[in-house]
C-alpha cells in the first residue's frame, strides 16, 4: 500500500512538473533543444514509473512499529529544530540542547545524556571553530565573550 | 608519471591528512551502521569548509573511503554486526572464529587481505586506467550521453528489489539536478522565487540529507540491544600455516574484486558475495567454511577492498562513477569546478596520480594501524550510541553550514533526510538517487550538445557503433539481471 500512495503521490508531482516546466521557454534560443526538454522527459518517464509503483501489488515495506515510528517522528522535528536554531542559539547551545533528547532515544542516562551535550557542544566548537578554522555561530549571546 | 604523483602525496601536509583520513575511515567503518558512504559524504563538506586544496581533499577522502573497507570486518568480526555493507560476508567465519578464540588471527588475516586486494587493485588502475581514459577521448558528447545512460542503467539494473524503485530513485536524483538556472539560456526553473535554489540544490545538502540525517533515523528504527563485542585474547597474528592456506584465496579474489570493482554498478557487496560463494565451491569437501574457515575471512575482505579501489576506475577515466561513494566523490571534484572525464589525466596529472600515489601510501598506513594498532580500533566499538549519534548529527550539520553559512541548507538538508528516510524504508535504492543527481547535470549539458550539433536530429544517439554498444549493454543491464532470476525461479519451481 505504501508504495502506491508514493506512487500516486509521484505521479501529482510529475503532473504538475510537467505543467510547470512547459513554460520554461527562453526569449531567444541559440540551440534546437531548450531548457524544457530535459526536465520535461525526465518527469514523463518518472510518471511512468509511478503508475508502474500503483500498479504493483505486492509491497516489500515493514513499517517501524507505531512507538518507534513515533520516535522517528520525533528525532526528525528535533534535529529540524536543531537546524532551525543552529545560529540563533549558537553552536554550543544548539547542540547541547539537541544531543540531551537524542542520547535519551539512544538509552543514555539523563546525568550522560546532560554532560554529554555540554561536552559535544563545547568541544566541538573549539575544535572546528578554533582548530580547524570552519567558522561556527557562536550565537547572538555568546558574541561579546568569545567574539 | 606515479613519480609525481607520490611528490604531491608524500608532502608533510597531504601525508598528514591520509594518516588522519585513514583513521577516521577505519573508525566510521567499524562502526555498525555507518559506511564508506556516511565516511565520505560526512567528511565533503568539513574538507571543503576548511579549505582545502582539490588534491588534499581528494587523498582525504580516498583515504577514508579505503579505512572504511578495513573497519567493516572489525565490528563483522567481534560483534557478528558488519560495520558496513562489503563486511556482510566476513560475519560468516569471523564471527565463528572469534569465538573460538582466534579473533587476533581472523583479524589480521583479514587486515593482510584487504591489503592484498587494495594493492592488487591500485596497480590494476595504474595499469588500465590511463588506457581506458586515452580510450574515452574519442568520444563525443552523444556517446558520452548514451555512456551516462549505462551507468544509471547498470546501477538500476543490479540494486534495490525492483526495477520501477530503482528508476524512480534514479529520476528523482535526475530531476533534482534540473532545479536552478539553467547555464545555456538563462531560465529559471523549479526554484520557485526562492533565492537559495538559484545555483540548484546544494550537493553537499542533499548528500548529508541522504547519508546522515536519514542514516540516523534509521540507526534509531534498527537500534536494538548491542551485543557485548569478544575480547581480544591469545595471539594476534595468523600463523605461516594459515598464510599458506589461505594465499591463493587473497590472489584470485584480489584480482575478481578488482574487475568486478571497474563494472558500473556491481560494488564491494556483489564482489564479497560472489568470491565468498565462488571460495567455499573451490574448497572441496574438507573446508570449514560458514564455521570458522581462514578462508572465509580472507575472500570476502580481499575482494571487497579489491572493487572498493577498482570502482574508482571509471570514475576517474570516464568522469561517471559506478557507485554511490563513487559518485559523492565525483561531485567533490565539481564543487572544486573540475570537470570529470577523460581529460582528467590529461588536465589535472597532479590531481589524478597525487590520488593514486596515496591509495598506495594510506594502503600501507591501514596495514600498519590494523595489525599493531588494533586494540585502539577495538576501544571504538564500545561507543555508545548515545553519544555517537547527536555527535554525528552535529558534524554532519557544522559540515553544511560551514559551505554557504545559511540555516536554509541545513533545514531543507533535514527535509531530505525526512524523505530520504521514507525512501529507504520502502526499500528504494539510494545509491541511483545519488547517482542520477550528480550526473544529471553532465548528461543534460551532453544531450543538448550533441543535438545542437545534428541540428535537432535525435538519431546522433544511434549514430555511432560505440553509442549502439553502449545501448545495447546498457538494455542488457538494467534487465539481465532480473531475467535471470525470474529464470532462476521459473527452474526452481520446475524442479
Known sequence: MSERILGGVLLLVSIAGIFIGWNYVPPVSYEPVGPRAFPLLVLFLLGICAITLMLDKKSTTTWAPTPVLARIGLLFLIVLAYALLFDKLGFIIATALMTIPVARFFGGTWKQCVLGGIGLGVGMFFFFDRLLDVALPTGLWLNGILG | ?495
Not at chain 2, 554498478?265 to 571460495?279: L, N
Open chain 2, 1 to 495: 608519471m606515479l613519480m609525481q604523483g607520490f611528490a604531491v602525496a608524500g608532502t608533510p601536509e597531504n601525508l598528514m591528512i591520509a594518516l588522519i583520513g585513514c583513521f577516521i575511515g577505519t573508525v566510521v567503518g567499524l562502526l555498525p551502521g555507518l559506511g564508506p558512504i556516511n565516511g565520505v559524504a560526512i567528511l565533503l563538506p568539513i574538507a571543503f569548509a576548511m579549505k582545502l586544496p582539490p588534491e588534499s581533499a581528494l587523498i582525504l577522502l580516498c583515504a577514508v573511503y579505503a579505512g572504511c573497507e578495513y573497519g567493516g570486518r572489525i565490528s563483522a568480526i567481534l560483534i557478528n554486526v558488519p560495520g558496513d555493507a562489503g563486511a556482510v560476508m566476513t560475519t560468516m567465519d569471523g564471527y565463528p572464529m572469534a569465538k573460538k578464540g582466534l579473533a587476533g588471527p581472523a583479524l589480521s588475516m583479514s587486515a593482510l587481505a584487504s591489503f592484498t586486494g587494495a594493492l592488487v587493485a591500485t596497480i590494476g588502475i595504474v595499469a588500465f586506467a590511463p588506457l581506458l581514459a586515452e580510450w574515452a577521448i574519442a568520444f563525443g558528447p552523444a556517446e558520452y550521453f548514451v555512456l551516462m545512460v549505462l551507468a544509471l542503467c547498470c546501477l538500476g539494473g543490479l540494486v534495490g528489489d525492483s526495477l520501477p524503485k530503482a528508476m524512480t530513485a534514479c529520476l528523482i536524483g535526475l530531476l533534482l539536478s534540473t532545479v536552478g538556472i539553467d547555464a545555456n539560456s538563462g531560465v529559471y526553473r523549479y526554484t520557485f522565487d526562492a533565492l537559495h535554489l538559484q545555483d540548484g540544490i546544494p550537493f553537499i545538502v542533499i548528500v548529508i540529507g541522504l547519508f546522515a540525517v536519514s542514516e540516523l533515523m534509521l540507526m534509531l528504527q534498527n537500534e536494538h540491544a548491542a551485543s557485548e563485542p569478544i575480547t581480544l585474547t591469545g595471539r594476534l597474528m595468523f600463523n605461516t600455516k594459515e598464510f599458506l592456506m589461505a594465499k591463493w584465496t587473497l590472489l584470485r579474489c584480489s584480482l575478481s574484486g578488482f574487475f568486478i570493482g571497474v563494472l558500473p554498478g556491481a560494488g564491494a557487496t556483489i564482489a564479497s558475495a560472489m568470491c565468498y560463494a565462488a571460495e567455499r565451491r573451490m574448497a572441496g569437501k574438507d573446508h570449514q567454511f560458514g564455521q570458522g574457515d581462514i578462508r572465509g575471512v580472507a575472500a570476502p575482505e580481499a575482494a571487497n577492498n579489491a572493487s572498493a579501489n577498482g570502482s574508482l576506475v571509471p570514475m576517474l577515466t570516464l568522469g561517471v562513477p559506478g557507485s554511490g561513494t563513487t559518485a559523492v566523490m565525483i561531485g567533490a571534484l565539481t564543487l572544486y569546478n573540475i570537470t570529470p572525464g577523460p581529460t582528467l589525466f590529461q588536465d589535472q596529472p597532479v590531481i589524478v596520480w597525487g590520488l593514486i600515489a596515496s591509495l598506495f601510501i594510506a594502503n600501507v598506513m591501514l596495514l600498519v594501524m590494523n595489525i599493531p594498532l588494533i586494540r585502539v580500533f577495538v576501544a571504538f566499538l564500545s561507543i555508545p550510541n548515545w553519544l555517537l549519534v547527536p555527535g554525528v548529527a552535529a558534524v554532519s550539520l557544522v559540515g553544511v553550514y560551514a559551505v554557504h553559512g545559511t540555516t536554509f541548507d541545513l533545514i531543507l538538508g533535514t527535509f531530505i533526510g525526512g524523505a530520504g528516510y521514507l525512501l529507504r524504508v520502502m526499500n528504494f535504492p539510494i545509491a541511483p538517487f545519488i547517482l542520477g543527481f550528480v550526473l544529471g547535470d553532465m548528461m543534460e549539458q551532453n544531450l543538448r550538445r550533441a543535438l545542437s550539433i545534428s541540428d535537432g536530429d535525435v538519431g546522433v544517439l544511434f549514430a555511432s557503433p560505440i553509442a549502439i554498444g553502449l545501448w545495447v549493454v546498457a538494455v542488457g543491464m538494467l534487465l539481465g539481471p532480473r531475467l535471470m532470476r525470474m529464470l532462476d525461479q521459473r527452474k526452481a519451481v520446475a524442479a
